[in-house]
RNA sequence: CGGAGCGUAGCGCAGCCCGGUUAGCGCACCAGUCUGGGGGACUGGGGGUCGCGAGUUCAAAUCUCGCCGCUCCGACCA
């Protein structure tokens, strides 16, 4: 069984909610973390993910997951600990500067944190791969980082710790690299679209090498640290479904060459000038949140750290490489930004912690606490996840709480309406309710 | 790394300026009673190295110095 399917308790759970705001949060995603009991800041920057914020993580994973495997990237796992030595090979233990938190073992050998994997991804690469033949590749995981920011801010945000799903491409020469950037591109804005969120490629500074081969994933929010500028049309585009053809490179290229036809571009890439050409109407100016971002390479690791395959003219050369990330951790906090409302948070459905929550508004009463029995056991035994509020509190609490947490979808079990035979099917996103009996409940809810 | 601020019960805070019974309030928590559709009322309880360390003083949460931690603004960044 899928461990993040599963009915609950309240009573059995762990959900340390929090009545008054804790005054280091800021904004919403914090704030309403911290009182869901999602997560407890341990050190700047640096959270626990209790029981409730962490299944909102894997769910998230498991959708960069479902996407990463569809596009055909390989799911791998490196450590989070790294041996210097590997960076010196690339230059970058020196150019890395503060922000790479170092270590001595008790061999006094250098190691460090990773802030991220080119370089051990390359190692990997070079030690098993001489052809042609084995490209393309894609590898990726999804492991903690650090980076030793000089100031953490917005609670999962901007953390020091954080998840991130690391992609690394490998092709033989650029042709073949512009279609692993575009298999991510399009995976990109798949997952996205899953997660709830409209994202927008935006131009993004493109690296050592040149070229317009770097995009941010950037979605709306007023709490964005960015500025960014689009055109408003991308708003409405359609983003390519599940049935799309990752191996087909014009496909591909159409899907991308139409994404970025646009304007669209974070304050450090913004051009007045064009921006201002766009119909009035048409220009969106706003706050963003980077929740992606792509870039392709070249040779900048694989040249120096000697990664090379023999192409069909038996010639060595060294491998073009793309990388491509996305922070989980961050998304959490992102999706919350971008759906809530004062009374808590609002969860798309593919991340909510749970899809359903029972309230009974009168918890020891035969009726209520008989009908709420019988509707977390059917519940459950479809495998929706399932949260039956069974603490003895006053119905008002349980609403509070209910709509704190975000849980999509509320069935409010009470004397009041069960005297009809009926609960109360509550949705969270936009607070509509519908009486019905509990079978309907059931069926609809299990739809 | 520049600037500003905060650390007193699990959370939110008062007390500090002007040193002096037993450090207080709300929420939360425990026991109980009444309750029951938008964070309920009453009764009775438990819980504190006042961030840490020195110093001044008959006496320090309060004054002085040092340290640590955290937050916000800016510069920087998945």
Redesign the pocket.
Known sequence: MNRLCGAMRLSRYFLP???????????AS?RLML?AGMIR?E???IYAFLPLGFRVLQKICAIVREEQDRSGAIELLMPTIQPADLWRESGRYEAYGKEMLRIEDRHDRDMLYGPTNEEMITAIFRSYVRSYKDLPLNLYHIQWKF?D??????GL????E?L?KDAYSFDLDFAGARHAYNRMFVAYLRTFARLGLRSIPMVAESGPIGGNLSH?FIILADTG??EVFCHRDYLDFQVPGPDVDFDNVADLQAIVDRWTSLYAATSEKHDAAAFAALPADKQVSARGI????IFYFGTKYSAPMKALVAGPDGVERPVHMGSY?I?P??LVGAIIEASHDD?GIKWPEPVAPFRVMILN?????ADTDAACEQLYAALAAKGIDTLYHDV??????K??????IGIPWQI???????AEGKV?V?RRAD?T?ELMSPATALARLAA
């Open positions: 909610i929090l009545r008054d705001t804790p005054k280091e949060a800021e904004i914090h009182r800041q050190a700047a920057g980076r920011e000089v100031r953490p801010r917005f945000m901007r953390g020091r954080f991130m941010e640290e960015s980077e929740v992606g971002h990330g922070g951790s961050r009374a508004l009168k918890q020891g009463a003895d509190e006053r119905p008002g609490a609403f509070a709480t209910a709509d704190l409010l079990v009470g004397p009041r309406s069960l109360e509550k607070g309710r």
